[in-house]
């Protein structure tokens, strides 16, 4: 057998993960983080791109990842992105200000949420979504 890549690897667990979620728009989630990934510049970041939502809105543990041999600079970036429970959006974005690689990663993420092209009828929840992401950037960027 051939040895995976910790890239495809990542693809495989976060394609397996995410199987029959759906976005806002109702399209497979899976291609949120897959757009991520075309865009991260470096291998780390396209492998915390590709699973940058499995440890908050799947069963999968970070123990999980760690049996699955991800480096701990990835672990790092992914426990960043997972937002806690009881924690503020604003604290959350504070929080991951902190790690290099999940900045970068966040980065990404938010300028994909703020597609809403994918959403047939953005509602008026949308457009402020939107305003949140854009404070979002405002101290991702400081």
Request: overall charge negative; charged content about 25%; glycine content about 4%.
């Amino acid at each position: 057998m051939i040895p995976l890549s910790t890239l495809t690897k990542a693809i495989l667990i976060a394609t397996e993960i995410h199987d029959g979620q759906t976005d806002k728009g109702g399209n497979p989630y899976i291609l949120h983080p897959l757009r991520l990934l075309t865009k991260a510049s470096t291998e780390d970041e396209r492998i915390v791109a590709v699973l940058h939502d499995v440890l908050e809105d799947t069963s999968y543990r970070l123990q999980d990842l760690v049996t699955d041999g991800f480096s701990q600079s990835i672990l790092d970036a992914l426990t960043a992105l997972t937002k806690l429970e009881g924690e503020s959006y604003e604290s959350f974005i504070v929080r991951i200000k902190q790690n290099e690689l999940a900045t970068k990663v966040k980065i990404l993420d938010i300028a994909d949420n703020m597609d809403i092209s994918r959403i047939p009828t953005p509602s008026e929840q949308d457009i402020k979504r939107i305003e949140k992401y854009q404070q979002a950037l405002r101290i991702l960027y400081r």
